[in-house]
């Protein structure tokens, strides 16, 4: 699953991972998994942490070998957060021909870049009390501005700002078309309109997977 942030593919891949009867493997899970369970994959990360160092690519492609090796992921697996770089999507297609298995299909989940704004930078936080969260656009408040349940005052921190949301994107997308760009020279992608309902967003997506791939 690729797609920028904002689109939703976390809560996509679950959805798609269930209604496929495969496994989610989120990247990020399985870190916090191998550091927790002190694996030693796990404490190898830890000392690149621990360093300040980027933890290699390598080593997360081990994690995720290691994840494809258990019984409940012979069927395969629906993987999101990974691969960010056209590196890393190099290094997940050698442990895979190693392992005899390779990407079926990648899912792009496609949003326009000012929509990936208003989804990343609407959210306000209440100034009295910092429970209290709107978004502009899922949750808005009855009064703009303003909080429903006390009346304050809604503030935006600088990391929801839009001209914050848009410099991080500078960083983020280009990447990420990279691993695009590899995958549709691989002749395995296939793109999904993600400006639509998150409902609209898994059909499409079934449309594309939803029959079994071998
Ligand atoms: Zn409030």
């Not at 500078?170 to 400006?195: C, H, K, R, S």
């Amino acid at each position: 699953m690729v797609g920028p942030p904002g689109a939703g593919k976390g809560t996509q891949a679950a959805l798609l991972a269930a209604r496929l009867g495969l496994v989610h493997v989120a990247s990020g899970d399985l870190f916090r998994d191998n550091l927790k369970r002190q694996t030693a994959l796990g404490k190898k990360a830890k000392s690149y942490m621990e360093r300040g160092a980027l933890v290699p690519d390598e080593l997360t492609v081990q994690m995720i070998a290691d994840r494809l090796g258990q019984p409940d992921a012979a069927e395969g697996v629906v993987l999101d957060g990974f691969p960010r770089t056209r590196q890393q999507a190099e290094a997940l297609d050698r442990m895979l021909a190693k392992m005899g298995a390779k990407v079926d299909a990648t899912l792009y989940i496609d949003v326009d870049r000012d929509e990936i704004v208003r989804r990343l930078s609407g959210r306000w936080v209440c100034s009295a009390a910092s429970s209290h969260v709107y978004h502009e656009l899922t949750n808005p408040p009855l009064v703009a501005g303003q909080c429903d349940i006390d009346g304050a005052q809604l503030v935006q921190r600088d990391d929801d700002k839009p001209e914050t949301v848009r410099a991080r994107l500078e960083q983020q997308l280009p990447p990420m078309f990279e691993v695009v760009d590899y995958y549709a020279e691989g002749d395995v992608l296939n793109t999904v309109d993600g400006d639509q309902p998150i409902e609209d967003v898994t059909e499409a997506l079934m449309r594309v997977v939803g029959q079994p791939v071998r």
